[in-house]
């Protein structure tokens, strides 16, 4: 059995006004499509003000029953998961649902082993491995919670995701092959150990380079010594639906990452339901999502939507230039690739190489193809449904958040209009609408406004891990009854949603989420650093780049000095993906009379327009902007 699928217009409008008009029943009936081991009381009890949300109430599951166990009888020997390594000369490996099964349930007796129980915090800090699935699925199947940390992050940021979770665990590869690179992930976790992870008990190492790594006796397990002679069987736990099952950490526009949690059961039923609908999978399809799983796009479709929906999916190791552009085409030809699901920022990096990398493969496989992360400018748009789509499949483009757990504004396949640069409709079940800055609901399209959504969804955020308080604050205090997106939208007079961007102090670097507080707070940990203020800017392959302002001291004497500096402490806090592009010292920074950084002031210099500042005339400064401007030119 499988969740509604939707196959035309018609019957997409007729699942929406059904899942509007009656919620509770329209999402009763694709869960009852799942495996449970006690059904539920009551489909749905909601309050946005706590927020409080349950979804399934009484039920009881294990989501990897329903990504495994269901599958085995009918499609156990077809292909669960292919992995494609970093280097393209190395065989690919593929499991099939019934391999697949047998290395969860052995990871999940390994685990038990070491003394993993239920509710549990496990850190993940792996490259795009199988044993990163296998692990998180794992979890899943005893009831520990799992937390994934992007293997690019440094090692205090890593130490402080772990340290909010207080992970027992820490699993882990020696090294991470990434293009011509071999990064020492192992390393990084010895190091963030070192930063007051008290929690953390073992360290277990997946040997993925087989190079070197230093070892710590009474902490570090390898991996393959740990699962070898576990049986291949392992009970699956009996969740309730509203048990976490995994914590995931993102930006915001103030602090550090929050740790958002989303909850088994109407996270199960909406990741398959959106897989299914908008990739219009069909049973033997090859399936390929290009993210990490360190995001969420790798969480809810790379393993759980595809796996739910009993489909291939494709797990890649390296980078879409290496060994060269063609790489993505490659594997794309290799795989008999018919969905693939990638960022703009790849497509347009990828662009850049020019348009003969593509030729040089068959891609006429590919039936849909899909962008996810930020939105895509018409000319990347427009080059990926030509050379890549050859002008025949529709592009999804998919609006969502970490926060959402799954696709919230898309195409389904080729059965909706589609708008380059326009996300779409909404799917079945999502309530969106615009508001203005009073939070008036704009009725009536062909407006633009605040993105909220004002209903719940299955697969909504529950809370922020350990700080309920902050999850209210961010997310369903700006509006009454609304959860709010951060993201400003326009609706045209069809009723699509085009998605402008944050309208918080997130930026999007290729794809990434980014708090500019926190990057600012990296910077500031620079010793000749007073103060500094980060914006975001156009840039034309990241999407967004990272324009740093930053006021020095007085011993500051060579400046490509400093901004070396300043780089490396920004890849000590955070990693490299938070490096500014750009960094300008500057004598001050626009302020208002009440202290505050006037930041509509910092990007438009940033984007490079000086001219439109709007009244500048209340600032507590205002002569500080014509220097700011003269040095940003400079
Ligand atoms: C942005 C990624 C435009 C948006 C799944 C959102 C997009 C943030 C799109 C969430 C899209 C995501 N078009 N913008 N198709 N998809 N965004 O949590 O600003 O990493 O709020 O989740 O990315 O980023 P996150």
Redesign the pocket.
């Known amino acids: 059995m499988s969740t509604l699928k939707i196959n035309s217009l018609k019957a997409y409008r007729k699942a929406y006004q059904e899942s509007i008009k009656d919620p509770e029943a329209f999402w009763s009936r694709q869960a009852e499509t799942f495996v449970w081991k006690k059904k539920w009381k009551k489909t749905l009890d909601w309050d946005f003000q706590k927020p409080d949300v349950k979804w399934f109430i009484g039920g009881k599951l294990n989501i990897t029953e329903n990504c495994l166990d269901r599958h085995l009888a009918e499609r156990g020997g077809e292909t669960a998961l292919i992995w494609e390594p970093n280097d393209p000369s190395q065989k690919f490996k593929t499991y099939t649902y019934q391999a697949l099964y047998e290395a969860v349930c052995q990871c999940a007796n390994a685990l038990k082993a070491n003394g993993v129980k239920k509710g549990d915090r496990i850190c993940f800090y792996m490259p795009m491995v199988p044993e990163l699935t296998i692990g998180i699925l794992a979890c899943a199947r005893i009831g520990a919670i799992h937390s994934v940390v992007f293997a690019g992050f440094s090692a205090t940021a890593l130490a402080d995701r772990i340290k909010d979770a207080s992970c027992s665990m820490v699993i882990c590869s020696d090294y991470n092959a990434r293009g011509a690179k071999n990064i020492p992930v192992k390393a990084v976790v010895d190091e963030a150990l070192k930063m007051g992870c008290k929690s953390v008990k073992t360290v277990l190492v997946h040997q993925n380079t087989g190079e070197k790594v230093r070892w710590k006796k009474s902490r570090d397990k390898w991996w393959h010594e740990e699962l070898s002679r576990r049986r291949k069987t392992c009970k699956a736990t009996a969740m309730d639906a509203e048990d976490v099952l995994f914590i995931l950490y993102?930006s915001g526009s103030t602090g550090k990452p929050k740790g958002v949690v989303h909850t088994c059961g109407g996270y199960m039923v909406y990741t398959c339901f959106s897989f299914q609908n908008v990739f219009q999978y069909e049973q033997g399809d090859v399936y390929w999502c290009t993210a990490d799983i360190g995001?969420?796009?790798g969480h809810s479709y790379i393993v759980y939507g595809p796996l739910l929906a009993g489909a291939t999916t494709i797990m890649s190791e390296g980078v879409p230039t290496y060994p060269d552009a063609g790489r993505f085409w490659h594997i794309c030809e290799k795989h008999k690739v018919n969905q693939f699901y990638t960022a703009p920022t790849a497509i347009r990096a990828l662009m850049a190489q020019g348009d003969h990398w593509p030729t040089h493969y068959d891609l006429s496989e590919l039936k849909v193809l899909g962008?996810?992360?930020?939105?895509?400018n018409e000319e990347a748009w427009h080059w990926y449904n030509e050379k890549i789509g050859k002008g025949k499949c529709p592009i999804v483009?998919?609006?969502?958040?970490?926060?959402t757990g799954g696709i919230m504004i898309a195409g389904l396949g080729d059965i909706s209009p589609i708008k380059p640069t326009y996300?779409g409709l909404p799917l079945p079940g999502i309530q969106a609408c615009l508001v203005d800055a009073e939070g008036n609901e704009i009725t009536g399209n062909d407006q633009e406004g605040l993105l909220c959504i004002k209903f719940p969804w299955p697969s909504m955020i529950r809370t922020t891990y350990g700080d309920h308080e902050r999850c209210r604050n961010v997310y369903f205090s700006a509006f009454e009854d609304k959860y709010f997106?951060?993201?400003g939208a326009r609706r045209d007079k069809d009723g699509l949603y085009r998605?402008i961007?944050?309208v918080d102090d997130v930026i999007?670097v290729s794809g990434?989420?980014m708090g500019t507080a926190e990057v600012e707070n990296a910077i500031n940990e620079h010793p000749e650093v007073i103060e500094s203020a980060v914006v975001g800017y156009p840039h034309e392959i990241k999407g967004q780049g990272i324009y740093a302002y930053v006021i020095v001291n007085a011993a500051v004497k060579d400046e490509d000095r400093f901004r070396k500096e300043v780089l490396k402490v920004v890849t000590r806090e955070i990693g490299p993906i938070a490096k500014p592009d750009r960094i300008q010292l500057v004598s001050g920074l626009p302020k208002t009379r009440s202290g505050k950084i006037m930041r509509r002031i910092l990007r438009k210099i940033a984007s490079g327009d000086t001219k439109n500042l709007g009244d500048i005339s209340t600032l507590l400064n205002p002569e500080v902007v014509e220097a700011v401007k003269k040095g940003a030119l400079a």
């Open positions: 993102t995001w969420i796009t962008t996810v992360g930020e939105p895509i483009d998919t609006w969502w958040q970490t926060e996300a997106t951060g993201d998605i961007g944050r999007n990434h989420r």
